[in-house]
């Protein structure tokens, strides 16, 4: 006989397949942004008491007014950066709970990644020592100044919307580097791609979608 943790076992695997299934509908067709998301644990990543819903395509929440983005847009974001072959280094503003920054750190070879909250912050390092996620470099600081010290990057992802694009990010993209960010008020988004034109200072601009993210603060906690 069957026993309750094989049970829960099974469905976990049936809804993490039913949740890749949809992302393909969706359009992602990069196999190892699919194998990736089927093979990390999302639940981890939010409280117990919405790990039911963990494997759902939708944002929820983590605390301090803030989401886990939803998993299409993370599968997205991650194909857009992986497009022109596999970054180096790559920086994230916005930890939150750190699920953007793994699927990240299975795939490139070096993740950077700055969050304003330490609460969150602190949480996500701990779940990354748990997956033995040894090349992400996590720092309490506000993202819209980049992370100078360890530029150039050669993409740069935001998970949280500025207005307008802040300047220091796109003078850390190295050559042929790519930004993706979401862009605008809490009423409208557009996420968009910024590439360097080789060693130039000329930005290529794309629109790609409406989104929905929570707007990039300024200044640490509070
Ligand atoms: N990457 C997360 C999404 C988190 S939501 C995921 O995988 O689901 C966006 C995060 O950006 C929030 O945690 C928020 O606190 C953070 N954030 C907002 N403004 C910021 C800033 N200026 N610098 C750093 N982090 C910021």
């Known amino acids: 006989m069957q026993n309750r943790f094989q049970g829960i076992g099974m469905t976990s695997r049936r809804t993490r ?8 509908d969706g359009g992602i067709d990069n196999p190892a942004v699919l194998d990736c998301m089927q093979d990390l644990p999302r639940h981890l990543f939010i409280d117990e008491a919405l790990a039911h819903r ?3 395509d939708t944002a929820l929440p983590i605390g301090c007014g803030q989401t ?17 072959g596999t970054p180096e280094r790559v920086l994230e503003i916005g930890t939150g709970c750190g699920y953007q920054t793994a699927v990240l750190a299975r795939l490139v070879p070096q993740v950077f990644t700055v969050e304003r909250l330490s609460p969150l912050l602190a949480k996500a390092r701990a779940r990354f020592r748990e997956l033995g996620l040894r090349n992400v470099i996590a720092r309490h600081a506000d993202g819209r100044h980049g992370w100078p010290e360890k530029a150039p990057f050669n993409a740069i992802l935001s998970t949280a919307a500025p207005a307008t694009i802040p300047d220091k990010l796109l003078t850390q993209l190295a050559p042929d580097g790519i930004l993706v960010i979401p862009v605008g008020d809490k009423h409208e988004q557009q996420l968009q791609t910024v590439v360097r034109q080789g060693h130039t200072e000329r930005f290529k601009t794309q629109n790609i979608e409406s989104v929905r993210f929570v707007p990039l603060h300024s200044g640490l906690d509070g």
């Open 17 to 24: 397949e039913r949740l890749i299934q949809r992302l393909r």
């Open 54 to 56: 963990a494997y759902e």
């Open 68 to 84: 886990i983005s939803q998993p299409y847009v993370v599968a997205r974001m991650t194909e857009l950066i992986l497009a022109q």
